[in-house]
């Protein structure tokens, strides 16, 4: 038998992305406008679904990624393709309030409009299904993404040299 396993991942953040760019995460960009400017800037709703900054995202911190590749690696008996996320879509004003919070700053969001070029195709919920991993994996557990805001926060951001 030969193990398959194919992974589609969501709204990763985590340590080492600051080579990204303007594909870096939320998190590091809010870390950025934080530490640069006292705020955050988020885009107003394109929908009357949703008000500003309570689009969501399914927001999965690296950490989490790599306990559920190893444990799927050390189990030869699990094959599959696999979505890789929490199945818990948060707010962008919840990953905001968790930058801040985790800088022991105020809450300061300010919401701008959305560029032209992207309001018809911006998608204002994403959510993994994860029923086929939590099959696989009956344990696997994430940290909230609070926790892993404050631990990517303080333990990485605040102690690496940055460029902004």
Not at 87 to 101: I, Q, S, Y
């Amino acid at each position: 038998d030969t193990q398959f396993v194919g992974l589609k991942f969501f709204n990763v953040f985590g340590p080492n992305e600051y080579h990204k760019n303007d594909m870096a995460s939320m998190i590091y960009k809010s870390y950025l406008q934080i530490t640069n400017t006292g705020k955050v800037k988020l885009f107003r709703s394109n929908s009357e679904d949703f008000k500003d900054g309570e689009q969501k995202r399914d927001f999965v911190y690296i950490k989490d990624c790599n306990e559920i590749i190893f444990s799927i690696y050390k189990d030869k008996n699990i094959s599959g393709i696999f979505n890789l996320g929490t199945g818990k879509a948060r707010t962008w004003n919840d990953l905001a309030n968790a930058v801040f919070k985790a800088l022991n700053l105020e809450p300061n969001i300010e919401y701008i409009d959305m560029p032209e070029d992207i309001k018809q195709q911006y998608q204002n919920f994403t959510e993994a299904d994860i029923t086929k991993l939590k099959n696989a994996l009956p344990n696997v557990e994430f940290q909230s993404l609070e926790e892993s805001i404050e631990d990517y926060v303080l333990n990485y951001l605040n102690k690496n040299f940055l460029i902004y």
